[in-house]
Nanobody, 120 residues
Framework: VQLQASGGGLVQAGDSLSLSCAFS????????MGWFRQAPGKEREFVAA????????SYAPSMKDRFTIYRDGAKNTVYLQMNSLKPEDTAIYYC??????????????WGQGTLVTVSS
């Protein structure tokens, strides 16, 4: 399984940004997909997840109102739409897949990460 994350960059507070994660090398429908992030000097944290079968989603409480996870099954790609970005959203964002990720918040395979920097 390979995951390729993209879409990071430098934005200003209040801006929006969309990340994408392309899945290959496996059966997309076997996995939940999710996003995590790691800010400088902090532990990696869960951001959001989505199932394959019924499009159920899960979010970290602090991000639920500003972030949206969705996927395109035809493209084997999951997206993270981030709105009203804040400087504290600055982090490396990682996509991951896992059989039960939406429940466990644990990834089995990880992408390389994409850096999001939000300036004040």
């Amino acid at each position: 399984v390979q995951l390729q994350a993209s879409g990071g960059g430098l934005v200003q507070a209040g801006d929006s940004l969309s990340l994408s994660c392309a899945f290959s090398g496996g059966t997309f429908s076997m996995y939940n997909m999710g996003w995590f992030r790691q800010a400088p000097g902090k532990e990696r944290e869960f951001v959001a997840a989505i199932t394959w079968s019924n499009y159920s989603t899960s979010y970290a409480p602090s991000m639920k109102d500003r972030f949206t996870i969705y996927r395109d099954g035809a493209k084997n790609t999951v997206y993270l739409q981030m709105n009203s970005l804040k400087p504290e959203d600055t982090a490396i964002y990682y996509c991951a897949v896992g059989s039960n990720l939406i429940f466990t918040q644990r990834g089995e395979y990880w992408g390389q990460g994409t850096l999001v920097t939000v300036s004040s």
